[in-house]
T-cell receptor
Framework: DAGVTQSPTHLIKTRGQQVTLRCSPK?????VSWYQQALGQGPQFIFQ???????QRGNFPDRFSGHQYPNYSSELNVNALLLGDSALYLC???????????FGPGTRLTVL | AQSVAQPEDQVNVAEGNPLTVKCTYS??????LFWYVQYPNRGLQFLLK??????LVKGSYGFEAEFNKSQTSFHLKKPSALVSDSALYFC???????????FGKGTMLLVSP
């Protein structure tokens, strides 16, 4: 049984560009959450998708957007990249919104 | 708003000795509490959780945690540390009315041979 998978593993972009990160949840999970982990910090909640809709959102600007597909996979899009967006982006899935979350290995985004 | 504090940036312990990694929390209602571990260049791995019931929770790899409601603490413990336990440990809290996790800043555990 595959766990949570994320792609790509690493990504380098320049300021002002746009990026799309992808996540496939663990089998049987229908809820996907995204977190940003800056260097030396704990993960910060970006948003959560359930039934193809954004259900909750953390304190992140509208440059951060997402999508969930019918197969429960999800995308995180970041527009107009800033240097401060450099971080490890973690996807977590759960079996509905109340259960514990299982994390993927993350995508390391570097903005130059 | 919910929050988590991990007061120690780093904990050093010799192999074979007991270890404790501290965590305190703040939520408006009854909490769900979690511990995760992160190895270099890896995502977070779930260790254990407290939902309700016994205040001593047992988890993966011999770790356990003690929930103390009066002190709003959820300290991670292990009776005998291994060098392979060296990693970054995160405490997280979720209010029962919400589904999102709030994490602490993390504590680096270094176990020396």
């Amino acid at each position: 049984d595959a766990g949570v998978t994320q792609s790509p593993t690493h990504l380098i972009k320049t300021r002002g560009q746009q990026v799309t990160l992808r996540c496939s949840p663990k089998s049987g999970h229908d809820t996907v959450s995204w977190y940003q982990q800056a260097l030396g910090q704990g993960p910060q909640f970006i948003f959560q998708y359930y039934e193809e809709e954004e259900r909750q959102r953390g304190n992140f600007p509208d440059r951060f957007s997402g999508h969930q597909y019918p197969n429960y996979s999800s995308e995180l899009n970041v527009n107009a990249l800033l240097l401060g967006d450099s971080a490890l982006y973690l996807c977590a899935s759960s079996r509905d919104r109340a259960n514990e979350q299982f994390f993927g290995p993350g995508t390391r985004l570097t903005v130059l | 708003a919910q929050s988590v504090a991990q007061p120690e940036d780093q904990v050093n312990v010799a192999e074979g000795n007991p270890l404790t990694v501290k965590c305190t929390y703040s939520v408006s209602g009854n909490p769900y509490l979690f511990w995760y571990v992160q190895y270099p260049n890896r995502g977070l791995q779930f260790l254990l959780k407290y939902i309700t019931g016994d205040n001593l929770v047992k988890g993966s790899y011999g770790f356990e945690a003690e929930f103390n409601k009066s002190q709003t603490s959820f300290h991670l413990k292990k009776p005998s540390a291994l060098v392979s336990d060296s990693a970054l440990y995160f405490c997280a809290v979720r209010d029962r009315g919400y589904s999102t996790l709030t994490f602490g800043k993390g504590t680096m555990l270094l176990v020396s041979p």
